[in-house]
């Protein structure tokens, strides 16, 4: 059974860094492509950024490109999202999502989902 988890969500002030983590089990990592989603109150789940398996091709939607940063350390079995000039619209729960297709995160469907981490910015 594959199972996704994230850490590091948290409540920052505007323009506050911050880093959330995702692992993986149950399948191999070097295997999955993985990504990050999410969601506000009221809003529909967001897809904001996705890579290869390999950590290449990194996509970023609009709201977060320039400001945001995907990467993952497959010998640590680690997704990475680096936060910079957080904004109060960043409120949301983030979903870490991985899949062995890679269409599937491109039609903004992946497979497997972790059960999310809130993060805030507000001042």
């Known amino acids: 059974q594959v199972q996704l988890a994230e850490s590091g969500g948290g409540s920052v002030q505007p323009g506050d860094p911050l880093t959330l983590s995702c692992t993986a089990s149950?399948?191999?990592?070097?295997?999955?492509?993985m990504g990050w989603f999410r969601q506000a109150p009221g809003k529909e789940r967001e897809r904001i950024s996705y890579l290869w398996r390999d950590g290449s091709v990194p996509f970023y939607e609009d709201s977060v490109k320039g400001r945001f940063s995907i990467s993952r350390d497959n010998t640590k079995k680690l997704l990475y999202l680096e936060l910079s000039d957080t904004k109060p619209e960043d409120t949301a729960v983030y979903f870490c999502?991985?899949?062995?297709?890679?269409?599937?995160?491109?039609?903004?469907?992946?497979?497997?989902w972790g059960q999310g981490t809130q993060v805030t910015v507000s001042s």
């Open positions: 999502a991985a899949d062995t297709v890679w269409a599937n995160f491109v039609l903004g469907r992946p497979t497997y």
């Open positions: 149950g399948i191999p990592f070097e295997d999955i492509h």
